[in-house]
């Protein structure tokens, strides 16, 4: 039985009742009485140590460890928390030729993102592709909103004689990710604890791909491309939560997985794919051959019928819980991924002003294909 801790009313209340009873007579409870005023001290500091005593015991225990409590309990099991990560792409200008970009040069989004290049660029046949990063904020804890599509525009910092300004971001910029949360970093340690290292086990590299900055989900698949092949797939719900939280870039195997030849054994990756391929090559068994994968996108329209008249803010409720039962019971293995249709319901039921719905489409249990998660579509509300 949890040991139910007194509030700051009810250690008062004790206290001048204690008073009470040792001095008879006394009236602790008068509002200008001093031995009413030492009690509601006492009761106070009381309130206070039992505060400290509440905290110890959260960070005394792996599962309920905070902050850098959490970072030492996650450490002994060779757990640490993920860094914020700058993304990286390449930038287009336009100018006259010869003309050079040294690297360095600040670059500037629309939304005042920061970005600099990172090497020197000339300009040839009226155009130059340099490589940037975006600039990590002063406290080194955001990052996921460095990434950006190509196309987006990127404006000089500084002007450059002969060079036109407005640029844009001729790949991808990725690889962007936030400090990862106490959340996050627990879920990872409680792993390492309930699922030790395999030597190569389907939890080491779910372990693997999970450690990598910007990775929030992550399943493996044995055999997934023949024997000796492994697949692994990954979500990044916040760096790339403009995509839904699916990779931006091509499906492949890491660059430093090579042959006898020197050359890679299969298509290299790219992007977020790359970045996951390149952290699980060093860690994993010489012979496995790993491929990075994202997940497909099998889109599920809804159709609910007996709440025609539902608000604005009901539907954007209703939106936001299937797209939360998706994201918790999704799940990618060797066959097709089901998720029970009950939960959406009970999720539904659960908003207020959903009184008397009833899913009309799909009338069953959601299910996609081998390798794929399933996407809410639209949201059609019937009679």
């Known amino acids: 039985m949890p040991y139910s801790r007194k509030t700051l009313t009810q250690l008062r209340q004790q206290v001048a009742q204690d008073i009470a009873s040792a001095l008879p007579g006394s009236d602790p409870l008068l509002r200008v009485s001093n031995l009413g005023i030492l009690g509601a001290v006492q009761a106070a500091l009381a309130h206070l140590h039992n505060g400290y005593l509440d905290y110890i015991a959260q960070q005394a225990v792996p599962g309920t460890a905070t902050a850098e409590y959490l970072e030492q309990w996650a450490a002994i099991k060779g757990i640490f928390r993920k860094p914020a990560a700058r993304a990286s792409g390449t930038a287009a200008f336009s100018g006259t030729n010869g003309v050079e970009i040294p690297s360095g040069t600040p670059l500037v ?189 099998s889109t599920v329209n809804f159709t609910i019928d007996g709440i025609p008249g539902a608000s604005s803010a009901t539907k954007a409720a209703i939106a936001a819980a299937i797209d939360s039962v998706l994201l918790q019971y999704a799940q990618i293995t060797g066959t097709s991924t089901t998720v029970d249709i009950s939960y959406v319901n009970s999720a539904i039921a659960a908003i207020a002003g959903t009184s008397g719905f009833v899913i009309s489409s799909p009338a069953g249990n959601i299910v996609t294909a081998r390798g794929a998660l399933p996407v809410r579509g639209t949201v059609t509300y019937g009679a």
């Not at 792993?191 to 372990?207: I, M």
């Not at 054994?265 to 068994?285: E, F, K, M, N, Y």
Request: some cysteine.
């Open 109 to 297: 989004r629309g939304d005042g993102q920061k970005y600099a290049t990172t090497a020197d660029g000339t300009i040839a046949s009226g155009t130059v592709t340099v490589p940037a990063t975006a600039v990590a904020d002063p406290a080194g804890l955001v990052g996921a909103g460095g990434d950006c599509d190509a196309g987006t525009v990127l404006t000089l910092g500084t002007t450059i004689a002969n060079v036109n300004s407005n640029g844009v971001a001729a790949t991808n910029f990725v690889g962007g990710a936030d400090l990862e949360t106490d959340d996050s970093l627990r879920a990872r340690m409680l792993l390492a604890f309930q699922s030790p290292a395999h030597g190569g086990s389907q939890a080491d590299y779910v372990a693997w791909a999970l450690a990598v900055p910007g990775v929030t989900r992550a399943w493996c698949v044995p055999n997934a491309f023949g024997s000796g092949t492994v697949g692994v797939y990954v979500m990044l719900d916040s760096a790339e939560a403009a995509h839904g939280g699916f990779p931006q870039g091509t499906n492949g195997v890491s660059h430093l997985d090579v042959g006898p030849a020197g050359t890679p054994r299969d298509t290299v990756a790219t992007g977020d794919q790359l970045t996951v391929a390149d952290a699980i090559w060093p860690q994993q068994p010489v012979t496995a051959l790993a491929y990075v994968l994202a997940p497909g996108q």
